[in-house]
């Protein structure tokens, strides 16, 4: 069986991102739940963002074409057969009697014969736009239509139709078995001392008015002595069945080729992605497939959302906050102001999500997203002070932001959280100006969340955001807007949340007097 390769088309990144970047943006959490369960995601792929648009709208093409004809059933139906055939192999090796680990690997032969041709089935003259799923469907067809694969199709048929020819009498007397040929007068007795012993025990719990008798699901895969016996006997009956049986597990390596191995994997990416998005689809948030372009042709972002804080509000049963923003060509550098507990974190972790997320080639939060693939994404959030390096805060700061100024070009996506809080007003206002200069030569794109508004006008062209707040001036809309950074809404916040309005302090003189 041929393959092509359904997730780097055009060959696979060379640099994978840090721990670091995924747990500042929160995509770590996401990667973990997707992990678990028996539909895995292919966890390296998500640490090679795609820095070329080929790539990604190649995948785009895979995930529309799930989507348009429906097949995300159908390939999860073949995603959990592999994986039953997985699991399968590690749950045989318990088994002590070759004969039941050879039926077993045949009931499975033959389940994926027929989830394999019921899925090229549905495959066939459904009109395909992703090259990827294309070349699946002519990979499948050419393999199923070849010889060996023909050939094995009814050497498992006939052999599991030899197997239920199979019928036979087992006589119970004075503490023996015999297992005889229903047409035949051959008979195999059982009743050694032993298992006289074992079957005398295995029966006593009914005798002597014990518990009845249970077995648990695990307990299917094994067999008790009495079984075993019998089992024995039947091999010694119908010697020829059990040893095509035997051969048959010879050839499982054939029956499932590398190639189809690499495509359950790589279709795994897809499949879990898509477990992941319909539930949040069904809970009216949108998701929709960025539009990839330059890195000068501006940004656009409607009804987004951070995917971690969505999962906690719809599971609390409230309503997810969505933002907006559009950058016009040129602009690159932001800067957001506002009151604390505003939503200006997780807007940054937000946008840092959209970038990523639209560099592995997936649907994003969003009705509309229009973005360009960085070549690196750069974050610089809050974190404690080192106890390895012994640095205090402010100087771990700055060797961070070093780090990144060294390394960030005009196409890079620097997010900056609330630096430099450990120092003086004055002094995070002059290391944040020349950071900004730093960052603005460099021609890449920044956020930068401050409480400094003066940073917003530092710089010409800067774009100023601010975290809104509403008519209670106590009160977080989670909005984030273009606007000047005034201070002034925030300010009158912390008045009245002190009790220093005209009112309150004019009611509590009257008190006095």
């Known amino acids: 069986m041929k393959y092509h390769d359904i997730l780097f088309p055009y060959g696979r990144p060379k640099e994978r991102v840090s721990e670091e970047l995924l747990k500042d943006l929160r995509i770590d959490s996401v990667l973990l739940m997707l992990s678990q369960g028996p539909n895995q995601l292919k966890y390296d792929t998500c640490y090679l963002p795609l820095t070329d648009k080929e790539s990604v709208l190649y995948r785009?093409?895979?995930?529309?074409?799930?989507?348009?004809?429906?097949?995300?059933?159908?390939?999860?139906?073949?995603?959990?057969?592999?994986?039953?055939?997985?699991?399968?192999?590690?749950?045989?090796?318990?088994?002590?009697?070759?004969?039941?680990?050879?039926?077993?690997?045949?009931?499975?032969?033959?389940?994926?014969?027929?989830?394999?041709?019921?899925?090229?089935?549905?495959?066939?003259?459904?009109?395909?736009?992703?090259?990827?799923?294309?070349?699946?469907?002519?990979d499948l067809s050419e393999y199923v239509s070849s010889e060996a694969f023909i050939l094995l199709d009814k050497e498992t048929s006939e052999l599991k139709a030899a197997l239920a020819e199979i019928t036979f009498s087992v006589y119970v007397h004075d503490n023996h078995i015999a297992v005889r040929k229903i047409d035949g007068e051959e008979l195999i007795k059982t009743g050694s001392t032993e298992f006289e012993k074992e079957v005398s025990g295995f029966f006593d719990q009914f005798i002597h008015g014990r518990a009845p008798f249970q077995r648990s699901a695990t307990d299917g895969w094994f067999l008790n002595p009495v079984e075993e016996q019998i089992l024995g006997a039947l091999m010694t009956l119908f010697p020829e069945p059990f040893s095509r049986l035997e051969k048959m597990a010879g050839k499982k390596s054939r029956f499932v080729p590398d190639a189809l191995i690499s495509y359950h994997q790589d279709l795994g990416f897809y499949t879990v992605w898509m477990e992941y998005i319909l539930p949040k689809q069904a809970a009216k948030l949108n998701f929709c497939f960025p539009m990839i372009t330059g890195r000068e042709d501006g940004f656009m972002a409607a009804n987004c959302f951070d995917l971690v804080l969505a999962d906690q509000m719809l599971e609390a049963g409230q309503q997810v906050v969505r933002n907006n923003l559009v950058l016009k060509p040129g602009e690159r550098i932001l800067v957001l102001t506002g009151p604390n507990q505003g939503g200006k974190t997780t807007y940054a972790r937000m946008l840092g999500q959209l970038f990523y997320l639209g560099s592995l080639g997936i649907p994003v939060p969003g009705t509309a997203v229009k973005i360009f693939l960085p070549d690196r994404i750069f974050t610089h959030f809050e974190r404690q002070e080192s106890q390895q390096t012994l640095n205090g805060k402010l100087k771990d700061d700055l060797i961070r932001i070093h780090d990144i100024l060294q390394k960030a070009t005009k196409n890079s996506l620097i997010l900056i959280n609330e630096m430099f809080s450990s120092t003086t007003l004055r002094d995070a206002a002059w290391l944040g100006k020349n950071i900004l200069s730093e960052i603005h030569d460099r021609g890449a794109l920044c956020l930068y969340v401050t409480f400094i508004n003066e940073l917003a006008s530092f710089i010409p062209g800067t774009v100023s955001l601010v975290s809104e707040i509403g008519e209670d001036l106590n009160q977080r809309t989670y909005q984030i807007v273009r606007a000047a950074a005034d201070g002034k809404a925030y300010a009158k916040s912390m008045i009245q949340q002190y009790g220093l309005t005209y009112e309150s302090i004019s009611e509590r003189i009257g008190d006095r007097e």
């Open 60 to 138: 785009h093409a895979i995930f529309q074409d799930i989507m348009r004809f429906d097949l995300f059933p159908v390939l999860m139906k073949f995603q959990e057969m592999m994986d039953t055939i997985n699991l399968l192999e590690d749950q045989l090796k318990r088994l002590d009697l070759p004969v039941l680990r050879y039926r077993y690997q045949l009931n499975r032969m033959i389940e994926l014969k027929k989830t394999l041709l019921d899925l090229l089935d549905y495959l066939k003259g459904l009109p395909l736009k992703s090259e990827g799923l294309a070349r699946f469907r002519e």
